[in-house]
């Protein structure tokens, strides 16, 4: 496993997306806690999680309870494992999602999240997307108030313009220490952020990563997948899966990157964290380079 730095922490360079562990078709307890035990037998020291990862109404928090059930349950060491969470988001059991990004609500949220995950200061605590009727500095100051309370020992942002980034960054200073936006072979609409992130020293998780060679947990069950691709020659050349190829090829884009795929199942948890041994040659990112859709 290689390993990467958000802020002061390291962590392995795979991340583990635990949503599809809480959401809709989510599998049942033995096997979320399986998966996060694999992930942690891989090596994985970062999971991303969320307080509105969750199917039903009245679920606010299911994943974070979960994740700190697994973690409790689990033989070895989780001293070094960093749970990051993010707040901002609603599900009201429909399938939709909501955005809320008062600082009232974010702070309260912040607070909740620790006391579900059982600690005194969040790792990582993320504003999961900007809200259009809350003033961004107003819902970003609400993280600077959580750092200065010691709620959180560090702030990320979620779903963000560059425009975003920078603001951000000039309230929290030091304390922001992490980007996650959507960003995958198919995704590359973050270019821009993914480079901000790159100069101002900032870990760069993306979420989604595998888009283009594996089916999101966000496109349910009848959601198509790709074949036949540059990753999926590259893969079968090396004997590894796609979805290795092209989370090597996302480490290879920067220091700061950090995939987090989702998984539900051990075994692909356990394939994921095995791209943190792949690198690529400059002639196998030239082919794949070549081969993205413009």
Same mark, same amino acid.
């Given at each position: 496993?290689?390993?990467?730095?958000?802020?002061?922490?390291?962590?392995?360079?795979?991340?583990?997306?635990?949503?599809?562990?809480?959401?809709?078709? =989510?599998?049942?307890?033995?096997?979320?806690?399986?998966?996060?035990? #694999?992930?942690?037998?891989?090596?994985?020291?970062?999971?991303?999680?969320?307080?509105?990862?969750?199917?039903?109404?009245?679920?606010?928090?299911?994943?974070?309870?979960?994740?700190?059930?697994?973690?409790?349950?689990?033989? +070895?060491?989780?001293?070094?494992?960093?749970? #990051?969470?993010?707040?901002?988001?609603?599900?009201?059991?429909?399938?939709?999602?909501?955005?809320?990004?008062?600082?009232?609500?974010?702070?309260?949220?912040?607070?909740?999240?620790?006391?579900?995950?059982?600690?005194?200061?969040?790792?990582?605590?993320?504003?999961?997307?900007?809200?259009?009727?809350?003033?961004?500095?107003?819902?970003?100051?609400?993280? =600077?108030?959580?750092?200065?309370?010691?709620?959180?020992?560090?702030?990320?942002?979620?779903?963000?313009?560059?425009?975003?980034? =920078?603001?951000?960054?000039?309230?929290? +200073?030091?304390?922001?220490?992490?980007?996650?936006?959507?960003?995958?072979?198919?995704? %590359?609409?973050?270019?821009?952020?993914? %480079?901000?992130?790159?100069?101002?020293?900032?870990?760069?998780?993306?979420?989604?990563?595998?888009?283009?060679?594996?089916?999101?947990?966000?496109?349910?069950?009848?959601?198509?997948?790709?074949?036949?691709?540059?990753?999926?020659?590259?893969?079968?050349?090396?004997?590894?899966?796609?979805?290795?190829?092209?989370?090597?090829?996302?480490?290879?884009?920067?220091?700061?990157?950090?995939?987090?795929? +989702?998984?539900?199942?051990?075994?692909?948890?356990?394939?994921?964290?095995?791209?943190?041994?792949?690198?690529?040659?400059?002639?196998?990112?030239? =082919?794949?380079?070549?081969?993205?859709?413009?």
């Amino acid at each position: 496993m290689q390993y990467r730095s958000i802020g002061n922490t390291t962590v392995s360079a795979v991340g583990l997306g635990a949503m599809p562990l809480s959401i809709e078709h =989510r599998p049942d307890e033995q096997r979320a806690i399986a998966t996060v035990h #694999a992930a942690l037998d891989a090596g994985v020291t970062l999971i991303d999680t969320a307080d509105s990862y969750h199917w039903h109404a009245g679920e606010a928090g299911h994943n974070e309870l979960l994740i700190a059930r697994a973690l409790a349950r689990y033989g +070895g060491d989780t001293s070094g494992v960093l749970v #990051a969470t993010k707040g901002g988001r609603g599900r009201p059991g429909d399938g939709s999602w909501t955005v809320t990004g008062t600082p009232d609500h974010l702070k309260r949220a912040a607070e909740a999240s620790a006391k579900r995950l059982g600690v005194e200061a969040i790792g990582l605590y993320q504003l999961h997307k900007p809200d259009p009727a809350v003033p961004w500095t107003d819902s970003v100051g609400a993280l =600077r108030e959580l750092l200065d309370a010691g709620t959180i020992r560090a702030a990320g942002i979620s779903n963000v313009t560059t425009v975003q980034i =920078r603001e951000a960054h000039a309230i929290l +200073g030091d304390g922001l220490v992490s980007v996650q936006n959507q960003y995958s072979p198919a995704v %590359r609409d973050s270019e821009p952020e993914l %480079r901000l992130s790159t100069e101002l020293g900032l870990a760069f998780l993306t979420w989604s990563p595998l888009g283009g060679i594996s089916r999101s947990s966000l496109d349910g069950p009848s959601g198509s997948t790709s074949a036949g691709t540059a990753f999926h020659h590259i893969a079968a050349e090396r004997g590894v899966s796609p979805q290795q190829i092209a989370l090597a090829w996302l480490l290879a884009r920067s220091p700061v990157v950090i995939p987090v795929p +989702g998984a539900s199942r051990p075994a692909s948890i356990q394939d994921s964290a095995q791209a943190g041994q792949v690198t690529l040659s400059t002639a196998e990112l030239a =082919r794949l380079e070549a081969a993205l859709p413009s």
